[in-house]
């Protein structure tokens, strides 16, 4: 058992690892905070363009909502086993930010490796939503026309590929597709001429940059706080450092 004055000379240094493992964690919960509202964001600004996606890719603002309620929630917990400074509470607090920020790795390899895929996917989808497209409410119909009345845009690549639509051999060119209010009709120089995957992409690679720089971020923050859960917990322990 350690000595009355080796845990007085400890005590200043575990005090000083508490402190600034209180500052981390409170910094680690507001960027669970920050993480729920760009997974909302992402649901709400993306949604268009998510909802001509598979399934998995429509998945990936709800995973951001649920790894940043997580976070608050860890970080909620990794108060009170500072405040406590209970040893094995610290360690399970250190276990599960390591748990956290592995598969935020793994996730952010999955996502890199497979963008490609996201674009390929999204084009085809896109393509045959304007095969199928129709007025009736169908909603990758809707996202069609939402898409192109937001971009000002008309078709995949360009506007002649609605030519290629039995929506066109009756109707001609749909409502969204016109430069300014008009009534559906097969006179191109009232439509937009430029297509909408390459505007798409722009907006979807961009604001999906700032979802992963924030998730990378958060994930390399994380490293910090297991490094002084470990340090205090392990000072804790191998002092039998007790609060009054």
């Not at 500072?82 to 094995?88: G, H, L, V």
């Not at 924030?214 to 609060?243: D, K, M, P």
Request: glycine content about 6%; hydrophobic content about 45%.
């Amino acid at each position: 058992m350690a000595s009355p004055s080796r845990r007085l000379q400890t005590k200043p240094v575990i005090t000083c690892f508490k402190s600034v493992l209180l500052i981390y964690t409170f910094i680690f919960w507001i960027t669970g905070v920050i993480l729920l509202a760009v997974g909302i964001w992402g649901k709400v600004s993306l949604e268009n363009y998510f909802s001509l996606l598979n399934e998995k890719a429509t998945n990936v603002p709800f995973v951001l909502i649920g790894t940043g309620t997580v976070i608050i929630l860890l970080g909620t917990f990794g108060c009170f086993a500072t405040c406590q400074a209970s040893a094995w509470m610290l360690k399970l607090y250190a276990m599960f930010l390591t748990l956290i920020f592995l598969v935020e790795l793994v996730a952010a390899i999955v996502g890199f490796v497979f963008r490609h895929e996201i674009k390929n996917n999204f084009k085809s989808n896109y393509e045959k939503a304007l095969k199928q497209y129709n007025t009736t409410g169908d909603y990758r119909s809707d996202a069609v026309d939402r898409i192109q009345n937001k971009l000002h845009c008309c078709g995949v690549t360009k506007y002649t590929d609605w030519e290629d639509t039995s929506y066109y051999s009756e109707q001609g060119y749909p409502k969204s597709c016109c430069k300014t209010e008009c009534t559906p009709n097969k006179d191109a120089s009232k439509v937009n001429h430029e297509g909408c995957f390459i505007k798409v992409m722009t907006i979807i690679e961009s604001e999906m940059g700032v979802v992963a720089g924030i998730s990378f971020g958060v994930a390399c923050f994380q490293l910090i706080g297991i490094f002084l859960a470990y340090c205090l917990s392990r000072a804790i322990t191998n002092n039998q450092y007790e609060i009054v």
